[in-house]
Nanobody, 124 residues
Framework: QVQLVESGGGLVQAGGSLRLSCAAS????????MGWFRQAPGKEREFVAT????????YAADSVKGRFTVSRDNVKNTVSLQMNTLKPEDTAVYYC?????????????????WGQGTQVTVSA
């Protein structure tokens, strides 16, 4: 069992930055891939970024590529999402998720464990 707790959300003006963190419990963290997803009001949950078990392989959605960076610290059992040049359309609840394998994935159904989410609001 893996428990995930996100933090770092908040209100920021367009063009600003935020750094989300996800703290994971359990001894398997360093062997599993992690992902970030987001869900805006009235919309489906969408993929944001993913990182493999070692941190050497990452992917980001086209909508955030070049602005968002995912990273992990396998000693501290944390995964982070650095968000720069934020836009109002980035407003959503952001979720951290963990797979049972070390390979990256873009589909939410590939993730077994989820955090409770953290709200990010970007004002125009």
């Amino acid at each position: 069992q893996v428990q995930l707790v996100e933090s770092g959300g908040g209100l920021v003006q367009a063009g600003g930055s935020l750094r989300l963190s996800c703290a994971a419990s359990g001894s398997t963290f360093s062997s599993v891939a992690m992902g970030w997803f987001r869900q805006a009001p009235g919309k489906e949950r969408e993929f944001v970024a993913t990182i493999n078990w070692s941190g050497r392989i990452t992917y980001a959605a086209d909508s955030v590529k070049g602005r968002f960076t995912v990273s992990r610290d396998n000693v501290k059992n944390t995964v982070s999402l650095q968000m720069n040049t934020l836009k109002p359309e980035d407003t959503a609840v952001y979720y951290c998720a963990a797979r049972r394998t070390g390979l990256t994935a873009h589909e939410s159904g590939e993730y077994a464990y989820w955090g409770q989410g953290t709200q990010v609001t970007v004002s125009a």
